[in-house]
T-cell receptor, first 110, second 115 residues
Framework: RKEVEQDPGPFNVPEGATVAFNCTYS??????FFWYRQDCRKEPKLLMS???SGNEDGRFTAQLNRASQYISLLIRDSKLSDSATYLC???????????FGAGTRLFVKA | NAGVTQTPKFRVLKTGQSMTLLCAQD?????MYWYRQDPGMGLRLIHY???????AKGEVPDGYNVSRLKKQNFLLGLESAAPSQTSVYFC??????????????FGQGTRLTVV
């Protein structure tokens, strides 16, 4: 089983839609969690960190469920510019290694 | 404001050739990483370093070597390139806050093709 798993998608949604991605992780001792965004042929960039209490940044909401070992990303009022691959990342026990999921592709259409 | 810089951006190698990928960061980060990204596989950790003079193996270290002689540089070497090493290579660095690293900052990637 992979340490971090995501649904690869693609998710095809119209502008204005709400879309949610989940990511599961296998190591219950994992300490920190992140969502990254990667545009086509570009490097990943941090979208937001995921805190135990959940956090929101504009149209984006991230949540952590430690009991079920998953993190989620909710995008409201999708924009064309949200089209990208979204990678979840988990900081492994010890704090040295960040393990990434394979990514979920999102296409937002007009 | 360079951040993380990778050299070269593109390279084509013949099977059996060797090369070194250079990663330089100007953010004084302690931790540095080399990942490879293949379609459907996501980012896989090759090697990482938690400080100058230290290196450690990641998920897929075979066929690669690394060195961190200076804090700002992390080199990835391919001694004898194979077609299976065709990939996009990303270097990343992260600061340490408390006892752990935090988010990673990535270079722009190196597209390597081995023929």
């Amino acid at each position: 089983r992979k340490e971090v798993e995501q649904d690869p998608g693609p998710f095809n949604v119209p502008e204005g839609a709400t879309v949610a991605f989940n990511c599961t992780y296998s190591n219950s001792a994992s300490q920190s969690f992140f969502w990254y965004r990667q545009d086509c042929r570009k490097e990943p960039k941090l979208l937001m960190s995921v805190y135990s209490s959940g956090n929101e940044d504009g149209r984006f909401t991230a949540q952590l469920n430690r009991a079920s070992q998953y993190i989620s990303l909710l995008i409201r009022d999708s924009k064309l510019s949200d089209s990208a691959t979204y990678l979840c990342a988990v900081l492994a026990t010890g704090g040295f290694k960040t393990i990434f999921g394979a990514g979920t592709r999102l296409f937002v259409k007009a | 404001n360079a951040g993380v810089t990778q050299t070269p951006k593109f390279r084509v190698l013949k099977t059996g050739q060797s090369m070194t990928l250079l990663c330089a960061q100007d953010m004084n980060h302690e931790y540095m990483y080399w990942y490879r990204q293949d379609p459907g596989m996501g980012l896989r950790l090759i090697h990482y370093s938690v400080g100058e003079g230290t290196t450690a193996k990641g998920e897929v270290p075979d066929g690669y070597n690394v060195s961190r002689l200076k804090k700002q540089n992390f080199l990835l070497g391919l001694e004898s390139a194979a077609p299976s090493q065709t990939s996009v290579y990303f270097c990343a660095s992260s600061p340490v806050r408390g006892p752990r690293s935090t988010e990673a900052f990535f270079g722009q990637g190196t597209r390597l093709t081995v023929v």
